[in-house]
């Protein structure tokens, strides 16, 4: 396996000679089967071997390995990347190593966590009140974030020995000081209003005495702090241009980098793209929005509708799937969210002074900050996004004012 990954005699004997090979091996082997591509299957066996040396180094073979002890290897590898120049920050490559150690831990059995999935007493619980919400949180994706916190609390309730229908505000109070070490401030607003909404419905049903969600508090959020800065529209020309070759990885990343940023779509928006949601004789294309599941109809910009003729025709590998973007490994598949994520962030990573925002939503961010700067209404750029509300287009507004009007919002077209 490592042959196929490295060509270079020293990071050959490297990752041949390093400890539990096989096992490296056998698992990057079973990553590769399941269509993962060449550049994070680099980075997952750099982390695999970092946790290889690790399990070796303690000198107990066999025994499981817990929460903490990941998180401690993770923290130290995120500084080591930092102190490289790898990273800006150890925020990402702190989440990326402790996501890839537990599931190859897990796959060496060798792994000592409790398990996300709620007590099964409380499961029936949590997937009615997630039915419940279902006018209120339209998108799966926003369902699926819910459950994952509602279950993150209820496993930790259950760790502590406490049972639902005694929780008191404290135990709420305690949870989050226990997860705030490792939880951003955002990500602790969010779990705070999807166990605000879920001890609501809880109360009314009677599982839990009144109060506690009333006692949740949430931290404040200062205006826009979310929004990525990512690339400027000059940054996005330059990268989108900056993509050679005739390849099928060339052919289809410059599409996808042309959709992102010309319609400044979602990630899942452009992974659930289907060949038969584009209409050539029209000139339009028909995107399915994440957060509200509608379909809208857009006009097919000449450039974006040329490049994603050529990845069909020349690029995308032969496939009785009808998405759009698949893999480039066998068997080819549509890309995860993860695969979207590295490529962008590949080619953006061309860019040094764009530290953050590398990812689809920083291209997003590039075009939501073009559309106000030449001077469009926040209803005409809300529009184009997709949006609902005004209010999610006016983070967008966090831009420098003095800038507005100077370009036209046909220059969204001419990437390349």
């Not at 659930?272 to 995107?287: C, P």
Request: charge should be positive; glycine fraction near 6%.
């Amino acid at each position: 396996m490592f042959e196929t990954l490295y060509s270079y005699p020293s990071v050959l004997k490297r990752h041949r000679e390093g400890p539990l090979a096989a096992e490296r091996a056998a698992y990057l082997g079973f990553l590769a089967a399941r269509g993962y591509a060449h550049g994070t299957l680099l980075r997952q066996a750099a982390c695999c071997l970092c946790v290889a040396r690790a399990i070796e180094g303690r000198g107990s073979d066999g025994v499981p390995w817990t929460t903490a002890e990941i998180d401690r290897l993770a923290a130290s590898w995120a500084r080591r990347r930092v102190a490289r120049g790898r990273a800006a920050a150890m925020r990402w490559p702190l989440a990326n190593f402790r996501l890839v150690a537990t599931e190859f831990l897990r796959f060496l059995q060798r792994l000592d966590t409790p398990s996300l999935a709620a007590p099964s007493p409380y499961a029936q619980r949590v997937e009615e009140f997630l039915a419940a919400q279902t006018e209120r949180w339209a998108s799966p994706e926003t369902r699926r974030s819910a459950r994952w916190q509602v279950f993150a609390f209820l496993t930790d309730l259950d760790a502590q020995g406490r049972l639902l229908q005694s929780v008191r505000p404290d135990d709420v109070d305690a949870f989050f000081h226990r997860v705030t070490k490792r939880w951003s401030r955002v990500s602790m607003h969010t779990s705070a209003k999807v166990l605000k909404a879920f001890f609501r419905y809880a109360e009314r049903k009677g599982w839990v005495q009144a109060g506690v969600a009333d006692a949740i508090l949430m931290p404040r959020l200062y205006r826009h702090e979310d929004v990525p800065p990512g690339p400027n529209w000059e940054q996005v020309r330059e990268v989108v241009a900056g993509i050679d070759g005739e390849d099928a990885a060339a052919l289809r990343d410059r599409a996808i980098l042309m959709l992102l940023s010309v319609y400044g779509l979602r990630s899942g928006e452009v992974r659930r793209l289907r060949i038969d949601d584009i209409d050539w004789k029209e000139a339009q294309v028909r995107v399915v929005r994440s957060k509200s599941l509608r379909p809208q109809t857009l006009p097919l910009e000449s450039g974006v509708g040329e490049a994603i003729a050529r990845y069909l025709h020349d690029g995308r590998p032969k496939s009785s799937s009808r998405i759009v973007f698949l893999t480039l490994t066998a068997p080819p598949r549509a890309l995860s969210s993860s695969g979207l994520y590295n490529v962008v962030e590949h080619h953006l990573a061309r860019v040094a002074t764009v530290k953050r925002g590398r990812g689809p939503h920083g291209l997003r961010h590039a075009c939501a900050r073009r559309l106000i700067e030449s001077g469009r209404s926040f209803k005409e750029v809300g529009d184009h996004l997709g949006h609902r509300s005004p209010d999610a287009t006016s983070v967008y507004a966090k831009v420098d004012l003095a800038s507005l009007r100077r370009v036209a919002l046909e220059d969204l077209g001419g990437l390349t």
